[in-house]
């Protein structure tokens, strides 16, 4: 009996063991290693500061999940690799395979002087909470919202949900009638922050900022946060409260592990999504490098198409096999703004830009449905 083991239950850790489920010999058995059978909706933090949603809404159990697919879960936590990927090592044991997928996701390069400052929309619950709570008991005063890159990945930035959490608390606090007393203000190293996205994006975000009045401070190295605010290599400015998300790095375990690793620390991948060099061992999502254009973009739409790629290869590979699928490369998204959001849509050849409220409604739609298939 073939055993594959993936590690990670986020979203290409999840898509890739429904993928091996549903197309797999049913004798097949698939470990999935993750410290908690639960899956965080990441892109629902955005609402938890704005109370459109609560934690509970965005942790999943997947008990019933991982039961009808016949997963079994390990509650561990990966601390290495052995036998190159046909060995995993985790905190309490190790788990021969197979195949392996590893879908662990990235980490943040927190080494801002005085980022203890600040709090991040996408680091998880704990902060989410922090700054809706922080928000709720303000009266007046500034909230600095901005993002920040890594300088040896390019694709290694998140700053859609900044985006979103920035135009959300200004329809929001005008809703409230409190707008006029808490001011905000947007921040990035970056001259022209979101052009991942495309052109179109950037010149559309900027002037989505003026429009709401949210001054802008770009283009200036950031040098350190504290309590009264924000200093960069140009200027200081005031905040009562920093909310910001750092570039992206690779996770911590896999400097020891002899993977091929990227400047950024991210596992290099082919466009099969295997390894580099490694037969058998393959990655999707946030802690891949892959090749592909440098706006290609860590989300978990991305994710999923990684994953179901990655997991028609293993089935090759485990029939003795090469896999030459290769995954979509294309930025889908939708920057939110409370009551109201903006369609993005980026491949190779298109980039397309449309606003509608309907599309905040597509949102929230669309996390009902994807939700659904882990409940």
């Avoid at 890594?150 to 135009?167: C, D, K, T, Y």
């Avoid at 009045?213 to 200093?231: D, W, Y």
């Avoid at 703004?337 to 190779?348: A, E, H, I, N």
Wanted: net charge positive.
């Amino acid at each position: 009996m073939k055993r594959v083991v993936v590690v990670g239950a986020g979203f290409g850790g999840l898509a890739a063991a429904r993928a091996l489920r549903e197309r797999g010999p049913k004798e097949m058995d698939i470990l999935l290693i993750s410290p908690k059978p639960e899956l965080l909706y990441y892109p629902g933090l955005i609402w938890i500061p704005t109370r459109l949603r609560s934690p509970d809404d965005l942790r999943i159990p997947l008990g019933r999940f991982l039961d009808k697919y016949r997963i079994r879960h390990i509650p561990e936590t990966v601390t290495g690799l052995k036998d190159q990927g046909r060995t995993v090592l985790t905190d309490k044991g190790q788990y021969v395979n197979d195949a392996l997928l590893i879908a662990t996701g990235s980490a943040s390069l927190r080494k801002l002087p005085g980022i203890e400052h600040s709090r991040s929309i996408c680091q998880g619950i704990a902060d989410a909470v922090d700054i809706r709570d922080r928000i709720a008991a303000m009266t007046s005063g500034t909230i600095a919202l901005g993002f920040a890159g890594n300088p040896q990945e390019s694709s290694a930035v998140r700053g859609g949900p900044v985006f979103e959490l920035l135009f959300g608390l200004d329809t929001w606090l005008r809703k409230t009638g409190r707008r006029d007393r808490i001011a905000l203000t947007f921040f990035s190293p970056a001259a022209e922050p979101g052009n991942r996205l495309g052109p179109k994006a950037v010149k559309n975000l900027l002037a989505e900022m003026a429009r709401r009045n949210i001054p802008t401070h770009l283009g200036s190295r950031l040098q350190a946060f504290s309590a009264e605010g924000v200093s960069t290599e140009g200027e200081k400015f005031p905040a009562d409260l920093i909310v910001f998300t750092p570039g992206l790095r690779g996770p911590e375990w896999l400097s020891e592990t002899g993977l091929p690793l990227s400047p950024g620390g991210f596992i290099r991948a082919e466009r099969t999504c295997q390894v580099e060099g490694w037969p058998g061992t393959f990655v999707a999502g946030d802690c891949g490098s892959y090749p592909g254009p440098d706006w290609m973009p860590k989300q978990g739409h991305s994710a999923d198409l990684q994953a179901e790629t990655a997991a028609g290869n293993i089935l090759d590979f485990l029939k003795g096999r090469k896999g030459i699928r290769t995954f979509r490369v294309e930025l889908v998204c939708v920057v939110d703004s409370f009551d109201s959001g903006t369609l993005v849509y980026r491949t190779p050849t298109r980039n397309v830009l449309l606003q509608n409220p309907l599309f905040h409604h597509a949102k929230a739609y669309f996390e009902r449905r994807y939700l659904a298939r882990y409940r």
